[in-house]
């Protein structure tokens, strides 16, 4: 069965007695994951997922229900359903019209047509050059997971969408040790694409990538606690914008009152070297698609434009209820969730120093090249993340490497502190958690500085 089916009758069912918009999400998907640990091939699983969604909103809230029947005699009951719960006005549907995708992209080695075998092969071959790095290397964890989905939404507004995602991650967990010291190296790669995503980083580069870290940190010294500067380098990633930022930009959360953003707009919320974007064309990005899980275009959203908060990330809901348009952020794990706001690739924009005369112009503090885990309250833009690979910065040189840092402040305050943005640009990649749903995510930043920074330690100097 495919995703041709007539869908008018089942928004016309779905609106019957009230509603401001009704919508139908198909999903075909196909997943593969292979698991390695310990030198051996612990689990290979795939499998194919079908099933629709459909939502209605009314009076400004949402019902929906989902099924894997995707016939008009299983999806029309659970209209009328929906149907009658429904109160307030009612808005007549709109005849569908198929909308231009905001990217268009080429799979080159599409995921499904490759032997499981030669994945496999993948995964040994990383698990080797990991462990080929340094004895200390003990143990090793690989994965490699694969997501094919067919999607096409309708709804009542007059939209119609089809589109079709490939996203592929390899990652690798090192654990290396010596003389009762444990330490960690992790990393990632992959994207929006075939194989030639990860074939053009190499899988056996990024275990050893991951191997390297382990081993490093075993002869690290322990991290001075304090306030210091710190220098973010392009290759950490993005993970402070997404987290400290970016979750308080999300509509959702602004409107619950969850947002220390809540009511800033046109206001100064960050230096004026900073700019942040998300931006969900990016080609090969893990956070790109061609429409987000409404049927809204991709597009490239300017938040922060130096410094100036300019807008929120939108979906349908939150527009009915603000005003504005949607921003191609309305995203959803699966047929079986409805879409709520979600970062696609989130960006400090670049700007135009040397990132090499960024630490020369510190005399000291933390140069973070890696970073780890963290959260944060969207509240008030507390955060505290892990630093997992870092180092001392004396006399403007990049000097010893340290363990056991962590970051601590205020997504706000942080922002408004950075005095140096480079030219550069670094991605980091992840599948974000938001009310039980994951969705595949990237981020960005070039090397920057905040100048007084609370760095949590191991001992104090």
Known sequence: MSLELEAAPVLEAALAKAGQMAELFLEESYGLSVVM??????????????????????????????????????????????????????????????????????????????????????????????????????????????????????????????????????????????????????ETAGGLGGLEVLEAVGPEEVARAAARRAVMMLTARPAPGGAMPVVLFSSAGGTMVHEAVGHGLEADLVLEGMSVYQDKIGKQVASPLVTVIDDGTIAGRRGSSGFDDEGTPSRRNVLIKDGVLLGYMNDRLSVLKMGGEPTGNGRRESYRQRPIPRMTNTIIAPGSDDPEAIIRDTPSGLLVKKMGGGQVNTVNGEFVFEVAEGYLIEKGQVGQPVRGATLTGSGPAVLMQIDRVASDLGFGLGTCGKEGQGSPVADAQPTLRIPNMVVGGLHQD
Request: aromatic share 4%; proline share 4%.
């Open 37 to 186: 640990d310990d030198n051996k091939v612990e689990k290979v699983i795939g499998g194919v997922d079908r099933g629709a969604g459909l939502r209605l909103i009314h009076d400004l809230r949402t019902a929906y229900a989902h099924t894997n029947d995707l016939s008009q005699a299983g999806l029309l009951p659970l209209a009328k359903n929906l149907a009658a719960l429904a109160a307030g006005p009612r808005q007549a549907p709109v005849a569908a019209r198929r909308l231009e995708p905001g990217l268009v992209y080429q799979v080159v080695k599409a995921p499904q047509d490759v032997a499981t075998a030669h994945k496999v092969e993948m995964v040994r071959a990383a698990n080797a050059a990991a462990r080929g790095v340094d004895p200390r290397v003990r143990q090793v964890r690989v994965m490699y997971l694969e997501r094919v989905q067919q999607v096409r939404v309708v709804n009542s507004l007059g939209v119609e969408a089809w589109d079709r995602r490939a996203h592929l991650v390899m990652a690798v967990h090192c654990v290396a040790s010596d003389n009762g010291l444990m330490q960690v190296g992790y």
